[in-house]
């Protein structure tokens, strides 16, 4: 990707993960000239406040509860750095470099509007700090998703004032030392730069906004692993025909069915029309029911955070009139997080559903009772001797269970803070996480149900011949399944297999194999 210049309009999902798991400085990043010269312009605005004694709220007072302290202006930059230092109080395991570059990305291009105060010089050193590879280290729990992802901003933040911890070339260093390895000086923060920074919806953009990106690599990886199973099981692909599904025309349940079509076009391993066996079980029968449904929910998700990532979600905001330059600054509320929270709470529960029929799939192909013994039991020959892949569904079952609980949406929870001035929370940073570790889970459930049907895949061809043909998507994940793991005809130790098909999935090698036969034509 060529380098990407921000100015707070034009971000786009793509480009966040082109950064975020990128190189530093491959793509780099940097502002247009329009953006300079809108941050700069409110940056001078805040001065004027500030000559002029007028009261601003976090510009000449306190904060959150002490709204109506008066602060003195020989004490401006002292209050914004007690800003950063007091309200880095996050916890947990710091987030991963690649979620750390989203957010500083997402800040920076928040900051580009121009309605947020901050000086030129301090955004541009976040944007150094970006492209050097210089990255704090960002406790993932702290924040209450209202007044924005104040304790997360916090901890990176400190960073650019030479404090806190940042990771440089594999090192955990402290914040000025990292700083100084990269040649970059620390900044002292100016009049209202303390609360751009850290006011705003950042943590739960990035995570969401990375996470919306792979629920939709696992809905592709979903169908496939369906119609792998289908034909381990000898399913009819009649379900998808498009004269059902237009019927019914949700779009994306639609398109599901069309992919689905494809993916198993040629195949040697369905079953056609059989009067004493016309239909299958929900999870093969539903599929496009069923995973349409979760393409509809990333499909809201992607459209929250597309909009989101170019939202200037501080607080309060600065607005100077093109023609008189008269200066207004507004208390507003852009950085509470209900409309992500919800987003990613209806997220969660579609990807939990996505597990929920990728597991039960999984105890169809293992129980020879449930798929009529067209395989044999657990997929192991000599069964009794040995449990072949029992035990995968076991993991697979709670793992799915897990995601039952992580589903409960945090929109719904709420706590008042900062003396009950703060009454309302989205709790949107913690339904991210929720967010996160449930795709987390359906990965691996996924790279279970995989495995299986290539092992299920492979009795079938002791019946039909070796030659037997899969179908045109669902022949190159087979085979790609295959160079990593091979038929397994004894037990042996599994989870090194589980983690390999995961892999495949994690690094989108098995959407890219089937991609370049089969074009999923789905839309967002």
Same mark, same amino acid.
């Given at each position: ?98 979620? %750390? ?86 900044? %002292? ?205 076991? %993991? ?129």
């Amino acid at each position: 990707m060529t380098n990407i210049s921000l100015n707070g309009e034009s971000l786009t999902i793509d480009q966040v993960v082109a950064v975020a798991y990128g190189n530093p400085g491959d793509p780099a990043v940097q502002l247009t000239p329009a953006a300079e010269k809108a941050v700069a312009r409110a940056a001078e605005a805040v001065q004027t406040l500030l000559a002029r004694g007028e009261i601003a709220y976090g510009i000449t007072t306190g904060f959150g509860a002490f709204k109506d302290r008066i602060i003195s202006p020989d004490d401006v930059e002292t209050l914004q750095r007690n800003i950063i230092a007091s309200h880095a109080v996050g916890v947990g395991d710091p987030f991963d470099i690649p979620t %750390t570059r989203a957010i500083m990305l997402i800040r920076a291009n928040t900051l580009a509007r121009g309605h947020s105060g901050i000086r030129l010089q301090t955004l541009q050193t976040l944007l150094d700090m970006l492209n050097a590879g210089v990255h704090p280290v960002i406790p993932q729990k702290g924040s209450l998703g209202a007044s924005g992802d104040l304790a997360p901003l916090a901890h990176m933040s400190l960073v650019l004032i030479g404090e806190g911890e940042a990771e440089y070339r594999g090192e955990i260093l402290p914040g000025a030392e990292a700083m100084r390895r990269a040649g970059i000086a620390p900044v %002292t923060l100016a009049a209202k730069e303390g609360l751009a920074l850290t006011n705003g919806t950042t943590i739960m953009t990035a995570v969401g906004t990375l996470e919306s990106y792979r629920a939709r690599l696992m809905s592709r990886v979903a169908d496939i692993a369906g119609a792998l199973s289908l034909e381990a099981l000898h399913g009819t692909p009649l379900a998808f025909d498009a004269r059902i599904h237009n019927l019914r025309p949700f779009p994306r349940q639609v398109n599901c069915a069309n992919y689905m079509r494809e993916l198993l076009a040629g195949s040697e391993f369905t079953r056609h029309h059989d009067p004493h066996n016309v239909q299958d079980a929900y999870t093969l029968r539903c599929i496009p029911q069923v995973h349409g449904a979760v393409r509809d929910a990333i499909a809201y998700a992607w459209w929250v955070f597309e909009i989101e990532l170019n939202a200037v979600t501080d607080n309060p905001l600065i607005f100077i009139d093109d023609d008189t330059g008269e200066i207004d600054v507004i208390s507003g509320g852009n950085f509470h997080g209900e409309p992500l929270a919800i987003a990613l709470d209806y997220l969660t529960m579609a990807m939990t559903e996505l597990g929920n029929i990728s597991e039960r799939r999984v105890m169809r192909l293992t129980d020879e009772a449930s798929n009529a013994h067209v395989l044999p039991a657990f997929l192991i020959k000599h069964g009794g001797l040995n449990s072949g892949f029992m035990i995968t569904q076991y %993991t697979a079952a709670a793992l799915a269970t897990e995601n039952k609980v992580l589903s409960h949406p945090a929109s719904v929870d709420t706590i008042p803070t900062s003396a009950n001035v703060e009454d309302h929370v989205s709790m949107g940073a913690t339904a991210a996480l929720q967010t996160r570790q449930v795709i987390n889970n359906v990965e691996r459930i996924l790279a279970i149900e995989l495995m299986a049907a290539a092992q299920g895949i492979d009795f079938r061809k002791e019946k039909l011949g070796k030659k037997a043909k899969l179908g045109k998507g669902t022949q190159p994940a087979y085979d790609l399944i295959r160079q990593h793991v091979p038929f397994i005809e004894h037990d042996e130790i599994m989870y090194p297999h589980m983690e390999a098909v995961r892999r495949l999935i994690h690094s989108r090698k098995i959407v890219h194999a089937v991609n370049g036969r089969v074009k999923d034509r789905w839309e967002l």
